[in-house]
């Protein structure tokens, strides 16, 4: 679904993603972990054209995709959610919906299936996005994005900012997006949360992947453990 091959992006000078090479498959969930700074928000950027690379290509499906503008990205069925949610604030809950699937035919079935999965939308409907809960945003701000029907899902820190029960409920839903037959690629500080909902995983490290396996070796592996998880990690999730 996602191919890269030696990316590098940046901004003037400086470049953030160096030389980077991974993939997704179609019907993953792949976990991109690592620090502040990693350069995990400027590789979303990159792969969308929001931020243009310097070098490298980028296929989604089997189109090359390296210099489309971002407008363009839609055509290729990848949907990107960016960090904090970025909703129409003073519109409303169906409103933000319906702007997720203006190029959809099917939006009103799409939207209909929404409000179906997420429920507390239904109940918020006419309620304005920027008087929801963190959670709730998140919600919305996931299922505008489904309206639209997208093959590649890109996720930028989900569980930002969200009280930890929430994170947990937003997890399992973006889990419950392989049933959709939805591909993720979901970038994540919280690594615990990621790794264990995703297939596969990758760690960034300034601008580098410098480790990449299933989750589970990832979420037994003593770097990553001491890089990213923390003590009692067990505790908490388990």
């Known amino acids: 679904m996602l191919r890269v091959r030696n990316l590098r992006a940046g901004y003037g000078s400086l470049d953030v993603i160096k030389g980077?090479?991974?993939?997704?498959?179609?019907?993953?969930?792949?976990?991109?972990?690592?620090?502040?700074?990693?350069?995990?928000?400027?590789?979303?950027?990159?792969?969308?054209?929001l931020l243009p690379p310097a070098g490298g290509r980028v296929w989604i499906g089997h189109r090359d995709t390296t210099a489309l503008p971002p407008w363009q990205a839609i055509s290729t069925g990848t949907v990107l959610i960016p960090e904090g949610r970025q909703l129409f604030a003073d519109m409303s809950v169906m409103d933000n919906l319906i702007l997720g699937g203006f190029h959809n035919p099917d939006r009103d079935l799409q939207i209909a299936e929404m409000l179906e999965r997420f429920p507390r939308l239904r109940e918020r409907s006419r309620q304005l996005a920027g008087t929801l809960s963190g959670g709730e945003q998140q919600m919305l701000a996931l299922a505008r994005g489904l309206v639209s029907r997208p093959s590649l899902l890109l996720l930028d820190e989900p569980s930002l900012g969200l009280a930890p029960l929430i994170v947990q409920e937003v997890f399992e839903t973006i889990r419950g997006l392989k049933d959709l037959g939805v591909t993720v690629l979901m970038v994540e500080q919280n690594a615990i949360g990621a790794l264990r909902i995703a297939d596969r995983g990758y760690v960034l490290e300034t601008g580098e992947i410098t480790l990449e396996g299933d989750s589970a070796d990832l979420l037994a592996n003593p770097e990553v453990k001491r890089a990213y998880l923390g003590k009692g990690y067990r505790e908490v999730w388990e």
């Not at 991974?22 to 969308?48: M, Q, Y």
């Open 20 to 49: 980077v090479s991974f993939h997704v498959a179609a019907g993953e969930i792949v976990a991109l972990i690592g620090a502040n700074g990693a350069g995990k928000t400027s590789l979303l950027r990159a792969l969308v054209g």
